[in-house]
């Protein structure tokens, strides 16, 4: 049968018309199921990556990740946002720092804590508890420790030259006064809460670690400051971010990227810290240090909430 | 107590997601009810939009709008598909009554005929059996979309659009009546 009205009323009709929609509502929801890796997990994720967010970027990873993670010797009690857009990646993947020297990195031994009444032995330290949770937050969850560890790295000239000739960049040759010397950064008992898998994509983690501590023997921070700057890759942008740092003995660089995150310093019960966000709105990490302990609180989760449940440890 | 002291940057996009979000989600649930017929599973569908754009796009792209409201169309035509292998397996009857011809006629509440299920299910019929971009078109358009946004939805030159639609909304009736026939 045919009906005497056009096409295009008939279709309007057929396919119906608006109703009312709750976009707030939804986007807490959209928040709420949020899942998939973010780049907050670069921050917060799993101890590895916290790890290399804190202090073992500088032992761990290639070169792009050595400046990323640019640390002094140096007691953890502020942080400053170092913008990292600039770095290429090539040079992280052609660099190493065994091209420079000689790492040495143990694993961290990561158990499980069953029972949260014991984490704070296992730990050896109080280890807080949230009073605020976001809604929606998986029903899974549990308690982890991963062991204490020293990470150190030994210059050496002779290792710099083999991989310049080896690799064909023109690299700065190592200092005399660095050649040999040792950099040791001391990583304590890290305790974590997380919901969500624990692998590596929890929807919330809530770390707490001793603020890390960097030694050399030898080196001192100008040098290793200079020495690095003079690194392949660096971009003048990010050596003045770099020296800009107003106490660098004291001061932990937090790489981000400007293009893809937002960074505020925020004050965490009076403790400073900062709090970094994903282009979504639904990836969001916040670390700060107070009493000589670094606290990470990250996850799948809008900024707000992140920094509500870092807000109510107690 | 957390106090932001200081904004040091904001992401490289000018538009945050979540601004992103609350300002085309009410679109893109339109879009995708066209298709589905019903709220919950057109905001389902919505959702699943934005979730694969906020994998493969920033707000600030030339085309997030354009290719998040073709998300949310796909999205929904999916979820069609599999609604009708269902139907399909249960065996169910599509038939219009007098009165749900009477309002296609112009002669009824339009809205009451599409609260019945048996003509929402025909109309799902009549989508599903539509060419992808066929189906998309008319729920981009009578989602709200101008011919312009729909042209950077679809990745074709806004002049023509009115022949697509035209064409699109021709075979749906088509199919439609087709399927009245049976």
Known sequence: ?314 | MVAVLTTISTPGSAVSFETFFLSHYPRAVAIAQRILGDRAGAEDAAQEAFARFSRRRTPDAPDASGWLYLAAAHAALNELRSRRRRAQRERTVVRLDARGRAALEGDGDPAEMLARSDVRALVGATLARLPQRDASLLALRHGGLSYRDIAESLHVPEAHVGTLLARAQRAFRKEFEHGLSD
């Open chain 1, 1 to 314: 049968m045919a009906f005497p009205i056009d096409d295009d009323t008939f279709c309007a009709q057929l396919l119906g018309s608006d109703e009312p929609v709750d976009a707030r509502a939804a986007y807490e929801r959209f928040a709420a199921q949020r899942v998939t890796r973010r780049p907050w997990q670069g921050y917060a994720a799993g101890f590895a990556l916290a790890a290399a967010v804190l202090v073992a970027a500088l032992f761990l990873t290639p070169l792009g990740t050595y400046a990323r993670g640019f640390l002094t010797i140096f007691e953890a009690k502020q942080f400053a946002p170092i913008d990292v857009s600039s770095l290429p990646t090539s040079h992280a993947i052609a660099l190493n720092l065994s091209d420079f020297g000689t790492l040495r990195a143990p694993n961290m031994h990561v158990s499980a804590i069953p029972e949260w009444r014991d984490v704070d032995a296992a730990a050896g330290y109080h280890v807080l508890v949230p009073s605020y949770l976001p809604a929606h937050l998986p029903p899974s969850s549990g308690y982890r420790i991963a062991g204490a560890t020293t990470n150190t790295f030994t210059f050496s000239a002779r290792k710099a030259r083999d991989a310049e000739a080896r690799l064909g960049h023109r690299l700065p040759p190592v200092p005399r006064d660095l050649d040999g010397s040792t950099v040791s950064a001391q990583m304590g008992t890290i305790a974590e809460r997380f919901w969500g898998a624990a692998k590596d994509e929890p929807t919330l983690a809530v770390m707490q670690m001793p603020a890390p501590i960097v030694r050399s023997n030898g080196a001192t921070l100008a040098q290793l400051e200079r020495y690095l700057l003079g690194m392949p890759g660096i971009s003048p942008e990010l050596a003045v971010q770099i020296r800009a740092i107003g106490n660098p003995a004291s001061t932990l660089p937090v790489p981000f990227r400007a293009d893809k995150q937002s960074v505020q310093h925020v004050n965490v019960n009076g403790a400073p810290g900062i709090a970094i966000g994903d282009e979504t709105g639904v990836g969001a990490a916040v670390m700060w240090q107070t009493h000589g302990m670094l606290h990470v609180v990250g996850g799948a989760l809008p900024e707000s909430e992140v920094l509500k449940v870092a807000d109510g440890l107690h």
